[in-house]
């Protein structure tokens, strides 16, 4: 079965770079969420949409953007780049109209800021 | 603010034993779920339970849910090296398209 791809599954950027990271939902899935896992720590959620428009909003900082496009990808978009932004990002998708409440997560970007 | 508190942080087993790991929250959810996560890679899900029910198996997993205490335990039976990985729960208050909410997570070591 088709799962939630991301990409680049590696990223390695300077401080005050941008940087953007994409997600593509398993087919038919209308909901796309972004977390931030820094080392060590639990997964922090940033963002969702819904049918392309923004849902919830959770932790994420105002350096980032997110959007969802008509063929229901999702671009995380990353300025003014931090050391402390290095982490991985998950992006999970869920199936139409949430009629099952489980989140499929996607590999992950590990992304390094130096 | 930080939802789900697991514990304990660390579990070192036997194969073969019984691992047990805790996860208290604190507002009202519609359903809770737990994750396993291997070293730095994804989030695999492992079973759901909802706020009207009390305990759910699958497999060797068994999960139980006290929304009075505002707690739920995750139970893996005969534990295998496999199952080596840290263990999250995660919170869904149920709004719509809401973010899960991640506890800290229980990094299980099983011994063979």
């Known amino acids: 079965a088709a799962g939630v791809i991301q990409s680049p599954r590696h990223l390695i950027k300077e401080k005050r770079e941008t940087a953007t990271l994409k997600c593509y939902p398993i087919p038919r899935h209308d909901t796309v969420y972004w977390y931030q896992q820094g080392p060590g720590q639990d997964p922090q959620f940033l963002i969702s949409f819904y049918e392309k428009m923004q849902s919830d909003k959770g932790s994420i900082p105002d350096r980032f953007s997110a959007q969802q496009f008509s063929d229901y990808h999702s671009e995380l978009n990353m300025s003014s780049l931090e050391l402390g932004d290095s982490a991985l990002y998950f992006c999970?998708?869920?199936?139409?109209?949430?009629?099952?409440?489980?989140?499929?997560f996607g590999p992950g970007t590990r992304l390094t800021v130096t | 603010s930080q939802q789900g508190e697991e514990d304990p942080q660390a579990l070192s087993i036997q194969e073969g034993e019984n691992a047990t790991m805790n996860c208290s929250y604190k507002t009202s959810i519609n359903n809770l779920q737990w994750y396993r996560q291997n070293s730095g890679r994804g989030l695999v899900h492992l079973i759901l339970?909802?706020?009207?029910?009390r305990e759910k198996h699958s497999g060797r997993l068994r999960v139980t849910l006290d929304t009075s205490k505002k707690s739920s335990s995750l139970l893996i039976t005969a534990s295998r090296a496999a199952d080596t990985a840290s263990y999250f729960c995660a919170t869904d208050a149920g709004g719509g398209a809401d973010g899960l909410t991640f506890g800290k997570g229980t990094h299980l070591i099983i011994q063979p």
């Open positions: 339970i909802r706020s009207n029910e």
């Open positions: 999970a998708s869920s199936s139409p109209s949430r009629l099952i409440d489980e989140q499929y």
